[in-house]
């Protein structure tokens, strides 16, 4: 069965928001893009206090100047299409207030017709969060972990009614509902995460940084589902952060994703290889503009798909 294939959506400083994200949303959606994705940073300091994703001298890409919010971003494709699954890879829970997040999320999902999916992590930006979170970096998983259940009573019946540390919740009429169960996918980068995942998520969202470590953390994934006694399966979207290039990169020390459409096709059919049923491909960081993005998307997806992915 051939691989799901996502696309991320244009957020990034070179675009206009306004007009590119609902013109590469449609053109996604015609070329069979079966669904599109947005992903969140708040701030691009100067001097950072930390290293890209923590690791100490590690730059701050450029991209990262000005990214879109993501539920905006989301918001427009949804009204500009009508089948792609719509999901955030990932939103950065502790940056919001629970309750208000649970409600938007909600509302997306009855404004897209269902088709919404949740994608939540904790970040690793110190200075974001400095910024905008609701609690300290040390409690980001505490903060999590009650989004997750503010929003199970949020989407539930009502009367909601909830009880937590950051979040109180009198016995109210809470709506709109969303359509149907939004699905939720969490990250595996720790022991408890893996458990958190496992116990209370429906799917995984790992960063596809080469089929073989992808492989193996899936294995860890589906092993502490059995020990933990889960029933259903866990679904897997795997995020593959694209640096396109006109022409192919050289070297065997090419990073995975890093090249021409022949070598993204490659790196694909090397993921897809593994089992994993869907690949979110974000292209939106070099690309001069949309028509361009537009135009890689649409040639990454039918040689994908010539390739058998």
Same mark, same amino acid.
């Given at each position: 069965?051939?691989?799901?294939?996502?696309?991320?959506?244009?957020?990034?400083?070179? $675009?206009?928001?306004?007009?590119?994200?609902?013109?590469?949303?449609?053109?996604?959606?015609?070329?069979? $893009?079966?669904?599109?994705?947005?992903?969140?940073?708040?701030?691009?300091?100067?001097?950072?206090?930390?290293?890209?994703?923590?690791?100490?001298?590690?730059?701050?890409?450029?991209?990262?100047?000005?990214?879109?919010?993501? *539920?905006?971003?989301?918001?427009?494709?949804?009204?500009?299409?009508?089948?792609?699954?719509?999901?955030? =890879?990932?939103?950065?829970?502790?940056?919001?207030?629970?309750?208000?997040?649970?409600? /938007?999320?909600? /509302?997306?999902?009855?404004?897209?017709?269902?088709?919404?999916?949740?994608?939540?992590?904790?970040?690793?930006?110190?200075?974001?969060?400095?910024?905008?979170?609701?609690?300290?970096?040390?409690?980001?998983?505490?903060?999590?972990?009650?989004?997750?259940?503010?929003?199970?009573?949020?989407?539930?019946?009502?009367?909601?009614? $909830?009880?937590?540390?950051?979040?109180?919740?009198?016995?109210?009429?809470?709506?709109?509902?969303?359509?149907?169960?939004? %699905?939720? $996918?969490?990250?595996?980068? =720790? %022991?408890?995460?893996?458990?958190?995942?496992?116990?209370?998520?429906?799917?995984?969202?790992?960063?596809?940084?080469?089929?073989?470590? *992808? /492989?193996?953390?899936?294995?860890?994934?589906?092993?502490?589902?059995?020990?933990?006694?889960?029933?259903?399966?866990?679904?897997?979207?795997?995020?593959?952060?694209?640096?396109?290039?006109?022409?192919?990169?050289?070297?065997?020390?090419?990073?995975?994703?890093?090249?021409?459409?022949?070598?993204?096709?490659?790196?694909?059919?090397?993921?897809?290889?593994?089992?994993?049923?869907?690949?979110?491909?974000?292209?939106?960081?070099?690309?001069?503009?949309?028509?361009?993005?537009?135009?890689?998307?649409?040639?990454?997806?039918?040689?994908?798909?010539?390739?058998?992915?």
């Amino acid at each position: 069965m051939p691989v799901a294939l996502g696309l991320g959506l244009p957020q990034m400083k070179q $675009y206009d928001i306004g007009r590119d994200v609902a013109v590469v949303a449609r053109a996604a959606e015609a070329v069979g $893009y079966e669904s599109l994705w947005v992903f969140e940073r708040v701030l691009f300091p100067e001097p950072a206090t930390q290293g890209l994703y923590g690791v100490p001298g590690l730059a701050w890409p450029e991209h990262y100047r000005s990214v879109a919010d993501p *539920l905006v971003t989301l918001t427009l494709a949804a009204a500009a299409t009508e089948r792609p699954r719509l999901g955030t =890879s990932v939103l950065v829970a502790p940056l919001h207030v629970p309750f208000q997040l649970a409600r /938007s999320l909600a /509302s997306l999902d009855v404004a897209s017709g269902g088709r919404l999916i949740a994608g939540l992590g904790t970040g690793w930006s110190l200075d974001e969060y400095a910024a905008a979170s609701v609690a300290p970096f040390a409690e980001r998983g505490a903060v999590l972990d009650e989004l997750l259940d503010v929003c199970a009573a949020v989407w539930g019946p009502d009367p909601v009614s $909830y009880k937590g540390r950051l979040t109180t919740i009198a016995p109210s009429e809470v709506g709109p509902k969303p359509v149907r169960p939004i %699905p939720v $996918y969490l990250p595996a980068n =720790s %022991p408890r995460a893996t458990r958190r995942l496992v116990d209370r998520a429906d799917g995984w969202m790992p960063v596809a940084m080469g089929a073989q470590e *992808l /492989s193996r953390q899936w294995q860890l994934v589906r092993d502490a589902a059995a020990e933990r006694g889960r029933e259903h399966p866990v679904a897997v979207c795997a995020r593959a952060n694209v640096r396109y290039s006109a022409t192919p990169v050289p070297g065997s020390d090419r990073k995975p994703f890093h090249g021409d459409v022949a070598q993204i096709v490659e790196d694909l059919l090397a993921h897809a290889a593994t089992g994993i049923p869907e690949i979110v491909v974000d292209l939106q960081s070099t690309p001069r503009d949309a028509s361009e993005l537009v135009d890689v998307a649409t040639e990454v997806y039918e040689t994908a798909r010539a390739a058998g992915v």
